[in-house]
């Protein structure tokens, strides 16, 4: 019987690389595309040898031929920090757009199954919390986070007017703050910041009062989550994280312990348009999917501390 076979693009990234894997311990022959702007042959680099996985060095907001048969096209290509797309504006939105759009031609072409890729940053800076998914969003569209949050509002839209226009099976998935081995150090995120000052003992740099709360979900959680949003008849869009909220401040303090350093923290100003909450209603995941995330924070965060 042949394999079925999964592209993943952004597969050589943080979330996109444990996709991979996952699809591989499942079974599958996997294609992964990635540019390589965020991500790194490093992550991948243990499947480089393997007969059930091809590597393609393409960016998606070009157009994309992949010869032969595809099953499921999960569209993960994107900037996905703070930093990244502060730093690559105009790509960011041109994934979103753009990247979306020739993905889901490629899934129309080949009949394959599609899961794009959102984000809670859909969400803005919230009104309302937890967040479900019924929620419209507090979106500054001219602001600095405005490429990435309106990139995924787009991708969202477009994805939803190929399934009712064009009859596409699609899945969206809103991913909340996700963390585990393959952070890069550098990526201006909380944890792996918290993680490589503590390591080092300089100072913790928290921003704003530190009061300001976020929900982390381990990686494993996230993808599992992910893969049975694909296998169901659920189309989203669906949260995926953990809905343990917690405060920035609480965090550092978590990783100091954890790490037995000596650091302090020390707080600067509050970046623009910052959300003060983001916490997932997981309800619909937990209705429809069965699916609850297993491993908690302390776990995590000793699983990824050790990986660094």
């Not at 031609?105 to 800076?125: C, I, N, P, Q, R």
């Not at 909340?176 to 918290?194: E, V």
Request: proline share 6%; net charge positive; hydrophobic share 35%.
């Amino acid at each position: 019987m042949n394999k079925r076979i999964a592209l993943i693009t952004g597969g050589a990234g943080f979330i996109g690389s444990h996709l991979c894997d996952l699809f591989l311990e499942k079974g599958y022959r996997v294609i992964c595309m990635d540019n390589l702007i965020t991500g790194t042959v490093d992550n991948i680099r243990h499947h480089l040898k393997s007969s059930d996985f091809e590597f393609i060095r393409h960016n998606v907001t070009t157009y994309i031929d992949v010869k032969g048969r595809i099953d499921y096209i999960l569209h993960f290509a994107s900037p996905a920090s703070p930093d990244d797309y502060l730093k690559y504006p105009i790509q960011t939105l041109k994934v979103g757009s753009l990247g979306t759009h020739n993905a889901l031609g490629l899934a129309m072409a080949k009949g394959a199954k599609f899961l794009l890729a959102s984000t809670s940053e859909v969400y803005g800076d919230p009104l309302v919390n937890p967040q479900p998914e019924t929620y419209w969003g507090n979106v500054n569209p001219i602001g600095p986070r405005g490429v990435y949050d309106e990139a995924k509002r787009f991708a969202e839209a477009i994805t939803m007017a190929y399934r009712h226009y064009h009859k596409l099976d699609t899945r969206i998935v809103r991913i909340f703050n996700t963390y585990g081995p393959r952070m890069r150090p550098n990526d201006g995120r909380a944890i792996p910041n918290f993680i490589s000052q503590a390591l080092v003992c300089k100072p913790i740099t928290v921003y704003g009062t530190g009061k300001q709360t976020r929900s982390f979900c381990y990686v494993s959680d996230l993808v599992d989550g992910l893969y049975g949003l694909l296998m169901s008849r659920e189309r989203g869009p669906v949260n995926i994280g953990n809905p343990n909220e917690m405060s920035l401040a609480k965090l550092a303090a978590m990783i100091i312990r954890l790490t037995g350093s000596k650091s302090r923290i020390v707080h600067k100003d509050l970046p623009v348009d910052d959300p003060k909450v983001r916490c997932p209603d997981i309800s619909k995941a937990d209705r429809l999917l069965k699916w609850r995330p297993k491993v908690d924070i302390e776990e995590g965060l000793r699983r990824t501390i050790s990986s660094w």
